[in-house]
């Protein structure tokens, strides 16, 4: 994920905590991206990056995402309604994307 940040031409707004590796205990964050649009097999748009620990993340108007631990997705505010879990995502997209379409929050669990 780390190489996509660097790489990536897509508008990206960053939340949580800042993003350093080095960090003591940064292996006890999981790092979510989630952007608003899918093209072919390409996320991108506008994304944003969240960098911490449990939380459940606003995410209106997501088409896609990818986190460094396991994440679910639902289609309600508030982490409710319909959820889904990354880990068995339906159709993978490039740079280990997941494509979540009507997904409105994200919910990130306790690492």
């Known amino acids: 994920?780390?190489?996509?940040?660097?790489?990536?031409?897509?508008?990206?707004t960053f939340i949580g905590k800042p993003i350093n590796p080095l960090a003591a205990r940064s292996?006890?964050?999981?790092?979510?991206?989630?952007?608003?649009?899918?093209?072919?097999?390409?996320?991108?748009?506008?994304?944003?990056v969240y960098n911490g620990n449990h939380a459940c993340l606003n995410a209106p108007n997501t088409n896609c995402l990818s986190a460094?631990?396991?994440?679910?997705?639902?289609?309600?505010g508030g982490c409710g309604g319909s959820c889904n879990q990354f880990s068995t995502c339906g159709t993978?997209?490039?740079?280990?994307?997941?494509?979540?379409?009507?997904?409105?929050?994200?919910?990130?669990p306790f690492t």
């Open 1 to 12: 994920m780390m190489h996509w940040l660097a790489t990536t031409n897509a508008e990206l």
């Open 27 to 48: 292996a006890q964050t999981t790092i979510v991206t989630y952007c608003s649009q899918r093209i072919d097999n390409v996320c991108g748009g506008a994304c944003t």
């Open 68 to 76: 460094t631990t396991n994440v679910g997705f639902c289609d309600r």
């Open 92 to 108: 993978r997209l490039d740079n280990g994307f997941c494509f979540t379409p009507g997904t409105a929050s994200i919910l990130v």
